[in-house]
């Protein structure tokens, strides 16, 4: 499991930042349309407007077997936000807003993002029990009594104790407006040098932030073939690395493609797992860990209706446990549940030429929630 640095911005900034991350947005959409990249990024876009995963998985998969024989390289960057550098940044800021230096608000913007202060969520708790002792904290909150955490001099006093700041030339806070935008436009030169090189081999390539794709044809599939592939994509990473960029080599995987059938290098029977979506070339379903999460939770909703009914001698409350969990839930344009995004993914991934489980895999789901509610 993925352990990450989640940040929050205070009230003011979150709105700061998402009108500037909006115009950066704009400007970076503008830019990949004219250098010829943008179908390449496909996370934190607004000009995808209806797609999601789904339609992104789709189109890897529709590209890789309507091949006769094709090499997958698909790799994820170690701790990528962590790592991006702040004079790249700035350098791909300018290139993308079409200027030679950042006016005076978008370089507070770019200082206040890069060298960013912080407070540990823990050291607030605790200060807030400390001030109040557990029981009243508890119960201030369960009231929505507690209308603010600590006044200006309080403030002023805490943070010189508990505020850090991140003094290193690298490293944007994950959670902020900007950092979403800012993790593309950081790759801007990058994605530009691998989608030549894919070009070069007819290959597709696609980046989903930190996790990269690259499918490309081939006629003949060898050791030497392979390894001349993969030297070429890996000697490109290297050229960034000052970048930030370093390969997560336990997730990197490669694939192999040929009689319909996706194998890995040893030649075995595989799967490629892509945005949730796995194939083996036969069939497509949702990854077992999504639907693993999916009905944990339903479970644990479905066993606490459980004990309220028992509690209150009343058949237990189901209307929220339908609305997230089940086909009866809430439904508006594209938004929905779980189960909404399964029969979704099933329509889209029937066009394949493969066949898809993905209905069959959530067919019960009504039966196994009852169970528990029994």
């Given at each position: 499991?993925?352990?990450?640095q989640?940040?929050?911005?205070?009230?003011?900034?979150?709105?700061?930042?998402k009108?500037?991350?909006?115009?950066?947005?704009?400007?970076?959409?503008?830019?990949?349309?004219?250098?010829?990249?943008?179908?390449?990024?496909?996370?934190?876009?607004?000009?995808?407007?209806?797609?999601?995963?789904?339609d992104?998985?789709?189109?890897?998969?529709?590209?890789?077997?309507?091949?006769?024989?094709a090499?997958?390289i698909?790799?994820?960057?170690?701790?990528?936000?962590?790592?991006?550098?702040?004079?790249?940044?700035?350098?791909?800021?300018?290139?993308?807003?079409?200027?030679?230096?950042?006016?005076?608000?978008?370089?507070?913007?770019?200082?206040?993002?890069?060298?960013?202060?912080?407070?540990?969520?823990?050291?607030?708790?605790?200060?807030?029990?400390?001030?109040?002792?557990?029981?009243?904290?508890?119960?201030?909150?369960?009231?929505?009594?507690?209308?603010?955490?600590?006044?200006s001099?309080?403030?002023?006093?805490?943070?010189?104790?508990?505020?850090?700041?991140?003094?290193?030339p690298?490293?944007?806070?994950?959670?902020?407006?900007?950092?979403?935008?800012c993790?593309?436009?950081?790759?801007?030169?990058?994605?530009?040098h691998?989608?030549?090189?894919?070009?070069t081999?007819?290959?597709?390539?696609?980046r989903?932030?930190?996790?990269?794709?690259?499918v490309?044809?081939?006629?003949?599939?060898?050791p030497?073939?392979?390894?001349?592939?993969?030297?070429?994509?890996?000697?490109i990473?290297?050229?960034?690395?000052?970048?930030?960029?370093?390969?997560?080599?336990?997730?990197?995987?490669?694939?192999?493609?040929?009689?319909?059938?996706?194998?890995?290098?040893?030649?075995?029977?595989?799967?490629?797992?892509?945005?949730?979506?796995?194939?083996?070339?036969?069939?497509?379903?949702?990854?077992?860990k999504?639907?693993?999460k999916?009905?944990?939770?339903?479970?644990?909703?479905?066993?606490?209706?459980?004990r309220?009914?028992?509690?209150?001698?009343?058949?237990?409350?189901?209307?929220?446990?339908?609305?997230i969990?089940?086909?009866?839930?809430?439904?508006?344009?594209?938004?929905?549940?779980?189960?909404?995004?399964?029969?979704?993914?099933?329509?889209?991934?029937?066009?394949l030429?493969?066949?898809?489980?993905?209905?069959?895999?959530?067919?019960?789901?009504?039966?196994k929630?009852?169970?528990?509610?029994?």
């Amino acid at each position: 499991m993925k352990v990450r640095q989640i940040f929050y911005a205070s009230h003011q900034d979150r709105f700061i930042y998402k009108y500037y991350g909006d115009l950066l947005n704009y400007a970076y959409n503008k830019y990949v349309e004219i250098n010829d990249i943008d179908d390449v990024a496909l996370a934190y876009r607004n000009n995808k407007k209806g797609k999601n995963n789904v339609d992104f998985a789709y189109e890897v998969f529709d590209f890789l077997l309507s091949q006769k024989k094709a090499i997958v390289i698909s790799l994820d960057f170690t701790k990528f936000f962590d790592h991006i550098n702040h004079l790249e940044l700035k350098k791909n800021i300018k290139s993308v807003l079409e200027v030679d230096e950042l006016p005076e608000d978008w370089y507070k913007i770019y200082k206040n993002l890069t060298q960013f202060t912080y407070v540990n969520k823990t050291d607030v708790d605790n200060y807030l029990k400390d001030q109040y002792g557990i029981k009243k904290l508890n119960e201030l909150l369960e009231n929505k009594k507690l209308t603010r955490i600590m006044d200006s001099k309080e403030f002023r006093q805490f943070k010189k104790k508990y505020l850090y700041k991140n003094k290193k030339p690298f490293g944007i806070p994950q959670g902020s407006g900007m950092s979403a935008v800012c993790s593309n436009v950081h790759l801007i030169n990058f994605d530009k040098h691998v989608k030549q090189w894919a070009k070069t081999n007819n290959a597709l390539y696609r980046r989903y932030c930190d996790d990269m794709i690259l499918v490309i044809p081939t006629e003949n599939i060898s050791p030497k073939i392979l390894d001349e592939l993969k030297n070429g994509v890996f000697d490109i990473i290297q050229r960034y690395t000052s970048s930030g960029l370093n390969i997560q080599e336990e997730k990197t995987e490669i694939r192999i493609f040929k009689n319909g059938e996706i194998l890995n290098e040893k030649g075995n029977k595989s799967s490629l797992d892509y945005l949730g979506m796995v194939t083996d070339g036969q069939v497509v379903r949702i990854r077992e860990k999504s639907l693993f999460k999916y009905y944990c939770r339903a479970y644990r909703k479905a066993s606490s209706m459980r004990r309220v009914g028992l509690a209150t001698k009343r058949k237990s409350p189901r209307k929220e446990l339908y609305r997230i969990y089940t086909h009866l839930g809430f439904k508006y344009k594209d938004r929905g549940n779980f189960i909404t995004y399964a029969y979704r993914a099933h329509r889209i991934m029937s066009k394949l030429p493969t066949k898809s489980l993905i209905r069959n895999q959530v067919k019960r789901h009504w039966i196994k929630i009852h169970k528990v509610l029994q």
